[in-house]
């Protein structure tokens, strides 16, 4: 059973373009988790989404970032004309249930960079 | 509400114990810790669920009090492949949002 798996591991982008950030959840897993990692620093959530539908999107700046989960494919994290703070790693994790009860599986993580 | 860990940061010989401490100021649903080496992912140790639970082995541990406001991490004859940094998670209430701590970062020497 492979594991979680994200897209590209490593992204450079200038500022004002657009970075798409994949992530395929293990197989059976219907939820997923986006979590955004500066240097030297901790996991910060981002948006949690089942299937077609975005159940949590506190942690995501208002402007800029969109995250979905079609009901085919993986999930996608976009930030649109992005800038140097987007700069960081950022990780999707995936769990069969709901988080609070179950382990996440966290993907390699796909490490951005804006020059 | 992001928890507070404690402390930031540990330097040990092989062979010596640690205690890692994941504190709240109000109630938790759950507890998750993680160990993370740099430029890796994070990977799951253990959950704690219950007031009062302790779980996991003679080496790795994990306690969650009863007032479910505190977690500690027990690492016991730790090795070199316990270096990393861990990182305690939790949840607030049954929303399925996991908030993390800052880390501590654990060094164990030769």
């Known amino acids: 059973n492979a594991g979680v798996m994200q897209n590209p591991r490593h992204l450079v982008r200038r500022r004002g373009q657009e970075a798409r950030l994949r992530c395929s959840p293990m197989?059976?897993?219907?939820?997923v988790y986006w979590y955004r990692q500066l240097p030297e620093e901790g996991l910060k959530f981002m948006v949690y989404?089942?299937?077609?539908?975005?159940?949590?999107e506190s942690g995501m700046p208002k402007e800029r970032f969109s995250a979905e989960f079609p009901k085919e494919g993986p999930s996608i994290l976009r930030i649109q004309q992005v800038v140097r703070g987007d700069s960081a790693a950022y990780f999707c994790?995936?769990?069969?249930?709901?988080?609070?009860?179950?382990?996440?599986?966290f993907g390699p993580g796909t490490r951005l960079t804006v020059t | 509400q992001q928890p507070v860990q404690s402390p930031q940061a540990v330097i040990l010989r092989e062979g010596e114990d640690a205690v890692i401490n994941c504190s709240s100021s109000?109630?938790?649903?759950?507890v998750h810790w993680y160990r993370q080496k740099h430029g890796e992912a994070p990977v799951f140790l253990m959950i704690?669920?219950?007031?009062?639970e302790q779980k996991g082995h003679e080496k790795i541990s994990a306690s969650f009090n009863e007032k479910k406001q505190q977690s500690s991490l027990y690492l016991t004859a730790s090795q070199l492949s316990y270096s990393g940094t861990y990182f305690c998670?939790?949840?607030?209430?049954?929303?399925?949002?996991?908030?993390f701590g800052q880390g501590t970062t654990l060094q164990v020497k030769p």
């Open positions: 994790a995936s769990s069969p249930f709901r988080q609070g009860v179950d382990e996440q599986y």
């Open positions: 197989k059976g897993h219907s939820h």
């Open positions: 989404l089942q299937k077609e539908n975005i159940i949590d």
């Open positions: 109000k109630a938790l649903y759950s």
């Open positions: 704690l669920l219950k007031g009062g």
């Open positions: 998670g939790t949840e607030n209430s049954n929303t399925g949002k996991l908030i």
